[in-house]
């Protein structure tokens, strides 16, 4: 439930085409900030992170885990590349186009303060280019904790943090995905809202019609969600966490003009709990 002891918090969440052009998140963003509202922007960036990773020849692969949701395959050199490319490439363009309409963003990771812990994850099965494989060396890991009380205290000082992976793991930095981190950080803060934003209007019930957005989708407690297509299986997974912690989670749009606001008025898809759940 909402924290009694803060204001209302809304947690934004951005990543792959929204981070690389986010020029309308930022001016909304910007505007809410400017009228007193609470918020704080978490960001991935995958699709900075395969650009820069092919100037370097690091080759990027995925893994298919259960409920076929898919994931970045984090070896060493990837970590290097995806934590050169959150602090170096992704962060200083938000930060940058909010410092131009006068926002004081503070530029975080998981790692400052130890903001974020996680656990490695000990050796699984998912599938490797297609072959279901033992996968013993990637560098990413579960989210354990969210000092969600050092974030407020930014917000409390005006300051609006962008945050992002990696988090604190005890032999190292770990991977996180971006849309569990913003779930993670929306509980620990005790959010409203989560929002989660994307290159599509919202959850589709046709992949190949943008028009054909779901108003509305329910999660189970467990299982596997109802669409994984698209980059969706993550952010409903990512949902369920919040929403069990009495936080509205909706997913829209990032690339038209005010899409927080839009988000916030109903635009996109509502992700509730299953009834059997709530």
């Known amino acids: 439930m909402v924290d009694s002891d803060f204001g209302s918090t809304v947690v934004v969440k951005c990543g792959g085409v929204v981070a ?3 020029e309308f998140l930022c001016a909304d963003v910007a505007a809410r900030h400017r009228n007193g509202e609470r918020l704080l922007l978490v960001h991935g960036g995958s699709s900075d992170i395969d650009r820069v990773a092919g100037q370097f020849g690091v080759r990027q692969r995925r893994l298919v885990g259960p409920g076929n949701v898919s994931g970045r395959y984090t070896d060493p ?13 992704v962060k ?6 909010l410092a131009r309409h006068g926002v004081p963003a503070v ?9 974020v812990t996680a656990t490695a994850k000990k050796p699984f099965r998912a599938l490797l280019d297609g072959r279901s494989t033992i996968i013993r ?3 990413s890991g579960r989210i ?3 000092n969600g009380a050092a974030l407020h205290r930014l917000l409390d000082a005006g300051f609006l943090p962008v945050l992002s992976p990696p988090a604190l793991g005890a032999d190292g930095p770990l991977n996180v995905d971006a849309d569990r981190l913003a779930a993670a950080v929306a509980t620990a803060m005790g959010a409203e809202e989560l929002v989660l934003l994307s290159d599509v209007p919202g959850v589709l019930a046709d992949q190949a019609d943008p028009g054909s957005v779901l108003a509305r989708i329910a999660v189970s407690l467990d299982g ?3 669409v994984s297509s698209g980059g969706m299986g993550a952010k409903l997974t990512a949902a369920r966490t919040a929403l069990v912690a009495g936080t509205r989670v909706r997913i829209c749009s990032g690339l038209v003009p005010e899409p927080l606001t839009g988000g916030l008025a ?3 898809t509502e992700v509730v709990l299953d009834a059997h759940d709530r």
């Open 107 to 115: 530029g975080l990771t998981g790692l400052d303060a130890g903001l």
């Open 92 to 97: 200083p363009r938000l930060l940058e186009i």
């Open 20 to 22: 690389e052009r986010p």
């Open 137 to 139: 060396d990637d560098r």
């Open 224 to 226: 596997p969600p109802a």
């Open 77 to 89: 050199a990837t970590l290097a590349v995806a934590m050169m490319t959150w602090s170096g490439v």
């Open 266 to 268: 109903g635009q996109g």
């Open 144 to 146: 354990a904790a969210v």
